[in-house]
């Protein structure tokens, strides 16, 4: 089974400053790895994945989040945020064999302040 | 469609009805999944159907929960004598195989009075 801990349920940062988004998982096999965001009333959107590869992934609006297999993290980071990045953000895994059922973090609320 | 379609957008009931909600998939996905999401939960998975049938259910909650899927494409989920508790957003969301990224639907939000 797996398991994703996202560490902080909330982020409030400023305009235009960096921001990290922790991800940790847990799985006794390989998975793959998602980042999905949800904006106000907005559905689920996929904002990148890694499956293979390159551990450092991007997505088209200036995020990033670097696989890093050793401390079983998927964090996701962005240099400079915008006001437009305000929304709810998902880490989810799936295991690469077997029923391939995503397993969703608690998520992280970013919040940008002007 | 171009995406997966969810209804009724809103249902409202009452302690001990039943409810069906309706996924339509996008055409050609072979997964489909439901999920629940309600505040301070986050994301929780009910089932997984991979064409008609369900090799994971092991997220649903109790009896009282049951999904089908027919044809391979349009799933409804069903909750029966709905308690306060069920009360949430229910989410659908299909894929070309599955483990391959997930496309979700805009939920149906369910109260339960």
């Known amino acids: 089974a797996q398991s994703v801990t996202q560490l902080d349920s909330q982020v409030p940062v400023f305009e235009e400053a960096p921001v990290e988004l922790r991800c940790n998982y847990s799985?006794?096999?390989?998975?793959?790895l998602f980042w999905y965001v949800q904006y106000p009333n907005q559905g689920l959107q996929l904002l990148l994945k890694?499956?293979?590869?390159?551990?450092l992934v991007e997505s088209i609006n200036g995020f990033e989040a670097e696989f890093n297999k050793s401390q079983t993290s998927f964090h996701l980071r962005k240099p400079s945020v915008h006001i437009s990045d305000t929304a709810e953000y998902f880490c989810?895994?799936?295991?690469?064999?077997?029923?391939?059922?995503?397993?969703f973090g608690q998520g992280t609320r970013l919040t940008i302040n002007p | 469609g171009a995406g997966v379609s969810q209804s009724p957008s809103n249902k409202v009931t009452e302690k001990g009805k039943d409810v069906e909600l309706r996924c339509d998939p996008i055409?050609?996905?072979?997964?489909l999944y439901w999920y629940r999401q309600s505040l301070g939960q986050g994301l929780e998975f009910l089932i997984y159907?991979?064409?008609?049938?369900?090799?994971?259910k092991s997220g649903l909650p109790s009896d009282r929960f049951s999904a089908e899927r027919t044809g391979g494409s349009v799933s409804t989920l069903t909750i029966q004598r709905t308690q306060q508790e069920d009360s949430a957003v229910y989410l659908c969301?299909?894929?070309?195989?599955?483990?391959?990224?997930?496309?979700f639907g805009n939920g149906t939000r369910l109260t339960v009075t």
């Open positions: 969301a299909s894929s070309l195989v599955g483990g391959s990224p997930l496309h």
């Open positions: 799985s006794s096999v390989s998975v793959y």
């Open positions: 890694y499956l293979s590869g390159s551990t």
């Open positions: 989810a895994v799936s295991a690469i064999q077997g029923a391939q059922k995503l397993v």
């Open positions: 055409s050609g996905h072979t997964a």
């Open positions: 159907f991979q064409g008609n049938s369900a090799p994971d």
